[in-house]
């Protein structure tokens, strides 16, 4: 089970960022810094990064399946619209 515990919508102009989100997984697993960005493509949910000695941007949570990453994208973009 997927429960989006806190949304902040971003009142940004021109920004692509537009809300934060924790996530609370199972009731076991709470995932702080969830991100809804505009993309050219419409609305997607990226996970939350840490910066690298190289400079470069990399995930710190992975999804092992595609099910879950979609699974966990569809609640907080429902959130998000809400």
Do not use: C, H
Request: net charge positive; aromatic share 8%.
């Amino acid at each position: 089970m997927i429960r989006v515990e806190k949304l902040i919508k971003l009142n940004k102009k021109g920004s692509s960022l537009k809300a934060f989100a924790n996530v609370v997984l199972d009731d076991k697993l709470l995932l702080k810094g969830v991100k809804v960005v505009q993309g050219k493509d419409g609305l997607f949910v990226a996970m939350p990064q840490q910066k690298g000695k190289d400079d470069k941007w990399y995930e710190s949570v992975t999804f092992l399946t595609k099910e879950g990453k979609e699974t966990l994208q569809e609640a907080v973009l429902k959130a998000y619209k809400k």
